[in-house]
């Protein structure tokens, strides 16, 4: 559950970045996407976060929305395991231009709903 309270807390400071500054948020994307290794860690990353969260989401406030996470989280690695390299290159340039303008919206949405996920993952722990 403590990878999953970072997961927030990360998901929290982007959203922050996304909050403060959409352009450079945008920007960020754009120049991660132009890594080699930006395809195959979207898809580690999404998988292995995906069995954590599945795994330890009976450890959660809410387990079956910890584990539905989990498991959106590992059909999406799978899917874009399968997305030629350069369409899911081209795709995040895409949605950095076009949703540049709707990030600082995002990133207030998204800030309480970091929050939300930290205090799920930890509370269990604290009680």
């Excluded at 195959?40 to 910890?66: H, N, Q």
């Excluded at 207030?108 to 929050?115: K, N, Q, R, T, W």
């Amino acid at each position: 559950m403590y990878f999953i309270a970072s997961f927030g807390i990360l998901m929290m400071l982007l959203s922050t970045i996304m909050v403060i500054n959409p352009s450079y948020f945008s920007k960020g994307i754009i120049s991660f996407s132009e890594k080699r290794y930006f395809h195959l860690f979207e898809i580690c990353s999404r998988i292995i976060a995906g069995i954590i969260f599945v795994i330890y989401s009976k450890e959660t406030l809410y387990p079956s929305i910890f584990n539905a996470i989990g498991y959106i989280l590992i059909v999406v690695g799978i899917g874009l395991s399968i997305t030629p390299p350069k369409f899911h290159k081209e795709f995040a340039v895409w949605s950095a231009n076009k949703f540049r303008n709707k990030f600082r919206l995002i990133g207030i949405i998204s800030v309480p709903i970091s929050l939300a996920l930290v205090y799920a993952a930890i509370s269990t722990t604290i009680n």
